[in-house]
């Protein structure tokens, strides 16, 4: 069956760095849209960055932008999200997402907090 598992997640200090990472099985990864999701408490779910199946197109969110880069390996069908510069507004639970036409998986989430 589809699987997302994310993991790397954690509390950090303001400042410092996360990697998170999301390994994946039963569907085919390298053919899927791979993205980063996040919902703090109380707020909507936003998305934090996408990476196309081959890594030629990326996109962030402005909030994130210049502090984190999405990338994947699709021989290990892996995506993951380098965070750097971690700010207490970036606590939230983290999701990975994989997209191809209508067609949606979501891992269950890790929980970031950043906090001194």
């Known amino acids: 069956q589809v699987q997302l598992v994310e993991s790397g997640g954690g509390l950090v200090q303001p400042g410092g760095s996360l990697r998170l990472s999301c390994a994946t099985s039963g569907f085919i990864f390298s053919s899927y849209i791979m993205s980063w999701y996040r919902q703090a408490p109380g707020k909507e779910r936003e998305l934090v960055a996408s990476?196309?199946?081959?890594?030629?197109?990326?996109t962030y969110a402005d909030s994130v932008k210049g502090r984190s880069t999405i990338s994947r390996d699709n021989a290990k069908n892996t995506v993951y999200l380098q965070m750097n510069s971690l700010k207490p507004e970036d606590t939230a639970v983290y999701y990975c997402n994989a997209r191809r036409g209508l067609t949606l998986y979501w891992g269950q989430g890790t929980q970031v907090n950043v906090s001194s």
């Open positions: 990476i196309s199946n081959n890594s030629n197109g990326r």
